[in-house]
């Protein structure tokens, strides 16, 4: 059964294979091979109700402590000036009811497949029960990725050469961690379930768990994945009527921002010095995030809602097709990428040899936006269309 399972999976691979050999650099494709083969291949996070992830780095203990970096020392004052109790400062006691037209999870536009007969054929009920599971889908994968993101904070903190960056990370840990407390409390208190991990999202975290060098966690979980949360999280504020996630997506927002311009500020100071790395390790890190930006573009189609709601429907094919042209994703993609091109040209790794394979992609029309470091939390919080 679980060959089984595995040879479908493998059958359902080709896209993502090709797209994984798209930089033609083998250090990346290494870098991601086993993560997929374990994340989409075998689905091993879903055999058991934990996973065991070996940690690659190594904790670095200055003896000096010496702290000279202004912007991330500013960065620390605001993240211990703006914290927050998540059982006191939300109002848990809101209902949330799937049902009620008034405050609508999400639109209509939202709901992927809106456009296809069967689900046209929907009684009004039956979409709002779409809305529920759709957002349900959603924030599972939200949760799933702050949990990723606690733990590479902390080990980022331990491993990152500056003292100043290390008592910054303790505050995204803390931060990280509150994450997790809301969006598992949101989950099972008003939406009364929670998904399974997208094995895409499985496989980016697999492999920035396992790598040794603190830069890559860095540029896979601050300026990736907290880019596209940054993007998702604004998308959903801003698209909900629901006034209870509203308010907890905008607390959330709030220390995001704080967490992306903390990696552009640490990355730039690293990657712009001149011997930090050598040619070879800079274009790694290029293709890498190239990777991971063509993982994160095509990659999150909610399988399990199809396998649930829709296999009767149509194929699988024809799913993938309408998730990704569809409107959620269509605005997810612009959001994400606005927040995360311009950083990515910040900290040096949008150079002339990768820029044609991003302008293929219709990607460069973002790198003229505002970086992190001159974006405030409210200019985060807004929405980006
Ligand atoms: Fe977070
Ligand atoms: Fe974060």
Redesign the pocket.
């Known amino acids: 059964m679980r060959l089984k399972k595995a040879l479908l999976n493998l059958a359902h691979s080709g896209p993502l294979l090709r797209e994984g050999m798209a930089s033609g650099n083998l250090r990346v494709l290494k870098n991601l091979l086993g993560p997929a083969f374990r994340g989409i291949i075998l689905e091993q996070m879903h055999d058991h109700p934990t996973t065991r992830i070996p940690i690659g780095n190594s904790a670095l203990f200055d003896w000096e402590y010496s702290q000279n970096k202004e912007q991330l020392q500013r960065l620390y004052e605001a993240a211990k000036r703006d914290q927050w109790n998540a059982t006191t400062a939300i109002d848990w006691a809101v209902q949330v009811d799937p049902y009620d037209p008034a405050v609508q999870l999400l639109p209509d536009e939202y709901l992927v497949i809106q456009d296809h007969p069967a689900f046209r054929a929907l009684s009004p009920r039956e979409v709002d029960g779409q809305r529920h599971v759709i957002l349900t889908w959603l924030l599972s994968q939200f949760l799933h990725g702050?949990q990723g993101?606690l733990y590479a904070a902390c080990q980022v903190t331990s491993a990152v050469p500056w003292m100043d960056a290390k008592l910054y990370g303790s505050t995204q840990a803390v931060?990280?961690g509150r994450?997790v407390e809301v969006f598992h409390r949101y989950l099972s208190e008003k939406l009364g379930r929670v998904y399974r991990i997208d094995a895409n999202l499985y496989t980016i975290i697999d492999a920035i768990m396992r790598d040794s060098r603190w830069d890559m966690k860095f540029l896979g979980m601050q300026i990736m994945i907290e880019g596209l949360?940054l993007g998702a999280f604004s998308t959903i504020r801003h698209a909900t009527r629901e006034p209870l996630l509203k308010e907890m997506l905008g607390y959330?927002i709030a220390?995001?921002a704080r967490?992306v311009q903390f990696g552009v500020v640490a990355l730039k100071d690293w990657y712009l010095q001149a011997d930090s790395l050598s040619e070879r390790e800079r274009r790694e890190r290029e293709d890498w995030v190239f990777e991971l930006t063509l993982l994160m573009r095509n990659r999150f189609l909610a399988h399990e809602v199809y396998d649930e709601h829709w296999a009767h429907a149509m194929s699988r094919k024809e799913w993938d097709r309408l998730v990704l042209s569809s409107g959620l994703m269509t605005l997810f993609r612009r959001t994400m990428f606005k927040r995360i091109i311009p950083n990515i040209r910040k900290i040096g790794l949008l150079s002339d040899r990768i820029r044609p394979r991003y302008a293929a992609l219709g990607l460069l029309q973002y790198e003229g936006g505002r970086d992190a470091t001159t974006l405030t939390a409210a200019d985060m919080m807004a929405p980006v269309f």
Do not use: S
């Open positions: 702050e993101a931060d990280e994450h949360a959330v220390d995001e967490h």
